[in-house]
């Protein structure tokens, strides 16, 4: 069974730090997504990273994906108040489509 | 513009009483998916349509079906809500099964039970 685990699951920050989201699957995938949620609305996507090595960045964000270790990472630099979301990542869990959600980080950033 | 639109935003039913969610899609998938997210939770695919082939997840309760009339449409049929049933149900379309490349979300419909 594909099992999908984030970490942390909450997170504050200050302003300005940079601070590391990981995500680690339990079975071979070269597709994970990362998506981010506002309180009350739906997923926005953020990153597709399709292969081993992939990494893609989008402002502060920067995602990495290494599928041997079966681990992705979500890199927040020089974080702003306007980051504060929960981000999910998600691995397909096969040619089904199916998509399976890590629990979620709930990331708070203060002035 | 909005490419899958759910409608209602917000949906308040008795228990017991089925209800209707609704997802359209401008643009042209195959693919149409159905999750559920309760609070705190991660999103739940509970079945998903490609063309017009239904899939259902394993673990989805018989209360949930889907409809998929045309290309465009696909709804989400609840027999009986529950109290348990409470949630954001999220509607998710793709281009291929086989070339995921990006699900694209609705806004999700909140559904309360009372």
């Known amino acids: 069974e594909l099992k999908v685990e984030q970490n942390p699951l909450f997170l504050s920050m200050q302003e300005g730090k940079n601070y590391t989201i990981y995500c680690n699957y339990s079975t071979t995938s070269d597709r994970l997504y990362w998506y981010r949620q506002d309180p009350g609305k739906s997923l926005e996507s953020l990153f597709v990273?399709?292969?081993?090595?992939a990494v893609k960045q989008e402002g502060r964000l920067m995602a990495s994906l290494d599928t041997k270790a079966r681990l992705s990472t979500l890199h927040i630099t020089a974080a702003v108040h306007d980051l504060s979301a929960t981000y999910f990542c998600a691995v397909d869990k096969g040619s089904q489509g199916n998509l399976i959600f890590g629990k979620g980080t709930k990331l708070s950033v203060k002035p | 513009d909005a490419m899958v639109i759910q409608n209602p935003r917000y949906q308040v039913t008795q228990f017991g009483k089925p209800v209707t969610l609704s997802c359209s899609q401008t643009l042209n998938h195959n693919v149409m998916y159905w999750y559920q997210q309760k609070s705190s939770q991660a999103p739940k695919l509970l079945f998903h349509?490609?063309?017009?082939?239904?899939?259902n997840e394993a673990d989805t309760p018989d209360n949930f079906q889907s409809r998929r009339p045309n290309t465009s449409f696909c709804f989400l049929d609840i027999r009986s809500p529950g109290l348990g049933d409470a949630a954001m149900y999220l509607c998710a379309t793709s281009r291929d099964l086989n070339r995921v490349t990006e699900a694209f979300f609705g806004q999700g419909t909140r559904l309360t039970v009372v």
């Open positions: 349509y490609y063309d017009k082939d239904f899939n």
């Open positions: 990273l399709l292969s081993n090595g």
